[in-house]
């Protein structure tokens, strides 16, 4: 936005500013959510088996709705600096992906829509692929399932529930989780770096769709 400090600051601040927009939440709720801010995670979740259907419309809601109120947030402390920017794309582009081949006319749009869509599909299934091997394979994984076939072994004298054998172990994996869900903010910043250029980038459609949505019911002035 023109007149901050950060205007035409570059795409790694850019992409750092993702990345820990992306860790920081990882370790702070990881443990207690699952760090469901993303519903591309959450389908790719529950469609591997691994989260309840039940849950999905409730967490895609929530996740839709914090991308509102964080771009709300935005728009609020930057009000100043959104009046003083003219060009509108620079204004849509703080809100939501806008790919830079689309020129107003049809064949730009729709050109710009298929390599949009491309784009992001193909980021936010890096972005699951990675996120799930990181989380479920973290250093200490192998003692959760060593854990787990002792208990079927052990039959009924031990509580054979995933929650149990977690906090059972949760002091030997913790430092391993944390690692996890540190390389994950690595992750997102090597894909807007690599990935973002043609589309911003989203690799969350709740990231995209919640504050495109705020942009169309706010004044074009902001």
Do not use: C
């Amino acid at each position: 936005l023109k007149g901050t400090k950060g205007h035409q600051s570059g795409w790694l601040v850019i992409a750092v500013g993702y990345g820990m927009g992306v860790m920081i939440p990882a370790l702070m709720f990881g443990n207690v959510s699952g760090n469901h801010i993303n519903p591309a995670f959450t389908l790719g979740l529950a469609v591997s088996g691994l989260f309840s259907w039940e849950q999905v419309p409730y967490y895609i809601l929530a996740q839709v709705l914090g991308a509102i109120f964080g771009q709300a947030l935005v728009v609020a402390t930057h009000r100043p600096y959104y009046l003083k920017t003219e060009n509108p794309n620079n204004i849509l582009g703080t809100f939501s992906t806008i790919s830079s081949i689309d020129h107003g006319t049809k064949e730009s749009r729709f050109a710009a829509t298929v390599n949009g869509f491309l784009n992001e599909f193909v980021g936010s299934f890096v972005l699951f692929f990675a996120a799930l091997g990181l989380t479920k394979n973290f250093f200490g994984a192998e003692v959760l399932q060593y854990m787990k076939q002792m208990a079927t072994q052990a039959g009924q004298t031990v509580d054979l529930s995933e929650l149990a054998v977690k906090a059972q172990v949760a002091p030997h994996t913790a430092a391993g989780i944390s690692v996890a869900h540190l390389a994950l903010g690595f992750l997102v910043m090597a894909l807007v770096t690599s990935l973002g250029g043609p589309t911003g980038p989203g690799l969350n459609p709740a990231r995209d769709f919640g504050p495109r949505l705020l942009h169309e019911l706010l004044p074009k002035s902001v």
